[in-house]
């Protein structure tokens, strides 16, 4: 028996195809690992050395060339000097040197606003009438130098050197006259005295 065949309009056809549903597609996600495999370098931090000047003798410890000498050994990080020199609150501290003081040399600040008291004029001073012979008084040789609220006279050179500094930044200091600067006490050689190789420069 031969099986039927469909000829024209009988003939089946296939359904026409729809529109395709759409897929979903999924995203790949980088995954950070919570902890790096190798250890990162810690940040290098130094500490700030702080010598505190706590008496007007020239020499011994709390005095002031005895901090200078502290200073200059600090092998590391930032140093300050300090003053707690006796006194009422708003009295004026006088240091006398009875020899050259020595030089600075590394980056300080010295902050006469650390005296208790301070209201903007200096109250440690620093007279070097018997300090000797074409002496100056702080004699500043490398770094970066801060100098705030000191009075310096009577000393037989400069009253402050800057000679090999990167950069220097004074404000309330008094050179060549009294703390209170009612009156003269001049240096013999300039009040300061700055060489050409200070790359910053700024004074209040």
């Known amino acids: 028996m031969t099986a039927p065949r469909f000829t024209g309009s009988e003939r089946r056809r296939a359904p026409a195809a729809g529109p395709l549903a759409p897929r979903r597609l999924r995203r790949s996600v980088a995954v950070q690992p919570l902890h790096r495999s190798a250890a990162e370098p810690l940040e290098r931090r ?37 003053f707690a020199l006796p006194g009422d609150a708003g009295a004026v501290g006088t240091i006398r040197p009875l020899s050259p003081l020595p030089d600075l040399t590394r980056s300080i600040a010295i902050d006469g606003n650390t005296q208790a008291g301070f209201t903007g004029a200096p109250l440690v001073e620093i007279d070097g009438a ?14 970066a130098v801060i100098v705030d609220g000191i009075a310096v006279n009577d000393f037989d050179g400069a009253g402050m050197v800057m000679s090999g500094v990167e950069s220097a930044f004074l404000r309330r200091n008094r050179i060549g006259v009294t703390a209170g600067g009612d009156a003269a006490r001049p240096n013999a050689g300039p009040g300061l005295l700055v060489d050409a190789a200070v790359r910053t420069w700024k004074k209040t």
């Open 130 to 143: 018997a300090a000797g012979h074409v002496v100056g008084g702080l004699v500043f040789r490398k770094g």
């Open 46 to 82: 130094t500490l700030l050395a702080t010598f505190t000047v706590t008496t007007t003798a020239d020499a011994g410890p709390g005095s002031l060339r005895q901090a200078i000498l502290d200073a200059n050994a600090n092998a590391d990080g930032g140093v300050e000097i300090h």
